[in-house]
């Protein structure tokens, strides 16, 4: 082929990439390629195969390119690559060491250059790299990656870096901040003032990262509808796969469960070949499994999802649901590890432990998690958080035997879960508060709010929890499984007069966490969710 017409495929190749015609553009450089057109060919084929959903052979090309940049010494372009391959190894392989070494020689390669885009998106890199666990560093490289961009007036680069700084923000709880960021680099976004496809889908989709933090659902929704059309348009298939997996959470949070399915399927089989995206897609989908009672297809997804601070988290809340509350503890612990210096994200493990220490009758660590969950929710002021917060402190007074307190709380988190729109988590508090309601004696008020909750679960089709909630409506639970020690006994009987922990143990002469361990087993095997349920159960089938 001729000089000339290789010029013309790697023209041909832009200017298709251009206009989002991936395919078009695939072709051009495969052409230019294989007649010699350099590592300029070989880029833009990896750029094609990117947004054509075919990793290999965008690594590939990318690292044929790297190779023949060194080769002709030309630092910047083999750095502009291997950040690149960092992103490539880290999405699609799975392989975060091999995506650290790369990003190590882009360091290298431009040590002394000046001011470069490759400088800035290198530290865009490592930012968003640096989340969730470290959002202190993704604001530092951010920063960086903001002031080069406004240094060399690349507009991509400064909005896009200024949405990570925004979602950084929100991790760390500086909400309007960080919101405030989010809206600038969104709205330059979607008003045309940026053209890259990665750096306009990155800064909309680092908008619908922080509202799901934050559980601002119809943020959220609004805008992952838009990220969805925008995808369309750019014919970006991985990006609208991604979108999609958020928006089927939105959906399953709004209790919109069937076209939750549709959304998180699909998004699954799009992204299955990409371990980090894959991942997300497949733990999303087993909450919405675990929510439905299909605990053993949750499982199988988790299994393909390990890792995954979502997965995680929905194995421990089954953990919970099968009464091994010491692996649920552990479970949100280990959520807890995975988002280190980050506050927000914390929310969902504090609500599972709240829950958790609540069924043990372990007050003190209950209330723990309620304080952390509230100074969290006051930061945010949405309801559903505020509404969490309130569920899990009424966890907490059910625990240490503040029945009215109990009552309270869980009262108020029905309402707020209502405003926010969540049925799901609206059922579950109203169950709690019959339970507590029970527990002072008001069985016509109680039974009303088993039947609000049971309505609500089966028009979910959530069927564990509407088994639970009519098991615990009859005061019923199976067939042998109420066992207790005479020790046992004795425990539930102070239980029932309303004693705390600390107040049993020096009645019975034992220490506390003997007591503790006695309530947890007790709760265990009556099946119930509170030290009230607990109470009620043991008052209606004359336990002691």
């Not at 959530?462 to 499984?481: F, S, V």
């Amino acid at each position: 082929m001729a000089a000339a017409d290789v010029r013309s495929d790697l023209g041909a190749g832009k200017a298709a990439l251009s206009k989002c015609a991936w395919a078009e553009a695939r072709a051009a450089f495969e052409r230019a390629s294989q007649a010699g057109g350099g590592p300029e060919a070989l880029e833009g084929l990896a750029q094609a195969a990117f947004f054509l959903d075919e990793p290999d052979l965008a690594i590939d090309a990318h690292e044929r390119a790297y190779a023949v940049y060194r080769a002709a010494d030309r630092a910047v372009d083999a750095a502009r690559v291997a950040i690149a391959l960092a992103w490539e190894y880290r999405a699609y392989r799975g392989e975060p060491a091999v995506s650290d070494g790369w990003l190590g020689r882009a360091r290298r390669l431009l040590e002394g250059l000046g001011p470069t885009r490759e400088r800035g998106w290198l530290a865009l890199r490592e930012a968003s790299f640096a989340l969730p666990g470290n959002p202190r560093l993704a604001r530092e490289r951010s920063a960086e990656a903001e002031s080069l961009g406004r240094e060399l007036g690349d507009i991509d680069l400064e909005m896009t870096a200024s949405a990570l700084t925004g979602l950084a923000l929100v991790s760390e709880g500086e909400i309007p901040a960080g919101m405030a960021r989010l809206d600038e680099a969104t709205m330059a976004a979607t008003a045309g003032e940026m053209s890259d496809p990665v750096a306009i889908g990155f800064s909309c989709c680092y908008l619908i990262f922080a509202c799901e933090r934050v559980r601002d659902l119809n943020r959220a929704a609004q805008w992952c509808q838009r990220l969805a059309a925008i995808s369309a348009e750019q014919n970006v298939r991985a990006l609208q796969a991604v979108c999609r997996a958020h928006y089927g959470t939105v959906l399953m949070l709004r209790g919109e469960w069937e076209q939750a399915e549709v959304e998180l399927t699909d998004a699954a089989a799009v992204l299955a070949r990409t371990p980090r995206e894959g991942a997300d897609a497949f733990a999303r989908l087993a909450e919405l499994r675990r929510r439905q009672g299909r605990s053993d297809e949750a499982l199988s997804l988790i299994g393909q999802a390990e890792h995954h601070p979502i997965a995680v988290l929905c194995r421990a809340a089954l953990a919970l649901e099968g009464g091994d509350l010491e692996a649920a503890v552990d479970g949100a612990a280990r959520y807890l590890r995975l988002h280190g210096g980050a506050i927000v994200e914390r929310a969902p493990a504090l609500e599972l432990l709240a829950e958790v220490h609540g069924q043990a009758g372990h007050a003190d660590e209950a209330m723990a998690a309620a304080r952390a969950l509230r100074a969290i929710a006051d930061r945010v002021r949405t309801d559903p958080l505020l509404g969490a917060a309130r569920h899990a402190e009424g966890s907490a007074h059910a625990a240490a035997g503040s029945s009215e307190a109990a009552r309270q709380a869980f009262e108020d988190s029905v309402g707020l879960f209502a405003s926010a729109g969540l049925p799901f988590e609206m059922g579950r508090a109203r169950v709690a508060l019959a339970c507590s309601l029970r527990a002072l004696g008001r069985k016509e008020a109680a039974f009303a709010e088993f039947d609000r909750a049971h309505a609500a679960f089966r028009r979910l089709q959530a069927t564990a929890e509407e088994r639970h909630t009519r098991q615990l409506r009859a005061g019923r639970q199976p067939k042998g499984r109420i066992q207790l020690s005479p020790r046992e006994q004795e425990v539930l009987g102070l239980v029932v007069q309303g004693k705390t922990n600390a107040e049993i143990a020096a009645m019975l002469v034992l220490s506390e966490h003997t007591i503790h361990r006695h309530v947890a087993n007790i709760l265990a095997k009556l099946g119930t969710s509170s030290r009230t349920a607990a109470a009620a159960t043991a008052t209606e089938q004359k336990l002691i």
